[in-house]
């Protein structure tokens, strides 16, 4: 028998399928950052409309209780003792007054929120429109929201100065991100990788399932507030907790709060590192996640939509945050 040449027919082959080649990287098989996934389905929960009644009786009824108590108290007082019952009466109308100044902190916080959100509508507007005179407003808006920031000064300054140039409402935004808002974008990105870190870190190291699940939670929480007041959306608690569940429940509603396309190099990072150790995979995973959550609250505490100045990348600041922390774990 001879030894021939082997031809072999490459057109009877069927063609190659993109869609049905396996995939790089199966996230599914890596770690998953179940810290976040459980903040962000803590924060974004809606309560029930029975368990907005419950509470809200629960608070009418303690807070009777407590006012009945308290009148009762200081009426007895007054009659066994003038002056023990008006010391307590001070006390109580100081605590009071407290109580109204925080309140009044709060309505503010959440004026200012209001405030973010009306320049950011109208930034998008104009930049539908492409109409310069909305443009313009948005301008004003802007500078007269950090009138008062030292911060934001030279950059004020150079807006006013060059934005007479500027004829059109896409040239004039990107102006003014340029230069009002670049120093404030980097100021809140440095917040995200911190508090992606902080989550990765302990994530890693701390073996409590309940450590990094608060860790997670109160990092979050801390990174959003931050990011708010950057931008001066300085918030109270409840309007650090409302602004919170805006964001998460945007990331929920979306789907984004999982891995994708934008946390692939994390994940590539957290399933080697996972083979070693997978408390380090949970890390790098939810610091991406923390990041994540970041760059969405930036979103939506920036009273510019981001146009001329690029969006920040979650793998980038991950890159940033986690780097010789667990080696290269990101881009």
Known sequence: MTNGPVLINLDDQEPARPEIAPALIDASEGPQGAA???????AARKPSRLARWFWSLLLALVGFVVSLAAWD???????RSPILGGIATGLIALLLLVLLVMGLRELAAFARLRRLDAIQRKASEALTSNTLGTARDVVTSLVGLYGDREDTSWGRAELQSRQADVLDADGLLGLAEMTVLAPLDA????????AARQVATVTAIVPLALADLFTALTANLRMIRRIAEI???RSGTLGSWRLTRSVLTHLVATGAVAVGDDLIGSVAGGGVLSKVSRRFGEGVVNG????????AAIEVCRPLPFHASKRPSV???????????FGRSGS
Do not use: C, H, K, W
């Open 187 to 194: 100021r809140a990105q440095r917040e995200v990788e911190a």
């Open 315 to 325: 793998s980038g600041l991950v890159g940033r945050a986690l780097s010789g922390l």
């Open 288 to 295: 991406a996640l923390t990041a994540r959550v970041g760059v």
């Open 231 to 233: 931008y001066g959306g």
């Open 73 to 79: 108290y200081i009426s007895g007082l007054l009659a």
């Open 36 to 42: 976040m996934q459980q903040v962000a389905a803590i």
